[in-house]
């Protein structure tokens, strides 16, 4: 199971809107499915990806697409912390 974060939802509805002004409403739409999939990838297998230490926990970053999908692991849920660009200093906005 998964669960996210407000920051995160506001995060999710950046990546659509500007994918739809940059790239059109099918593109967009079809990103934010493969976001949303990889979710569920993580629920099923939240240890997918690496560690990183955080300023105060430590959190897993899963590349996808452009971006990064920052979360952690609680009880072996999966909590989606901020969906972030690839260029964005994961650190410094968690």
Not at 66 to 82: F, G, K, Q, S
């Amino acid at each position: 199971m998964w669960r996210i974060a407000e920051i995160a939802i506001v995060d999710m509805q950046h990546i659509a809107e500007n994918g739809m002004i940059d790239f059109g409403e099918h593109h967009a739409r079809k990103y934010t499915a493969r976001l949303l999939d990889m979710f569920d990838t993580l629920a099923e297998m939240p240890y997918l990806a690496q560690e990183r230490q955080a300023s105060f926990h430590v959190v897993r970053i899963m590349p996808c697409g452009a971006h990064n999908i920052v979360y952690m692991v609680d009880d072996e849920d999966v909590v989606i912390l901020r969906v972030l660009h690839g260029l964005q200093n994961w650190f410094e906005l968690l």
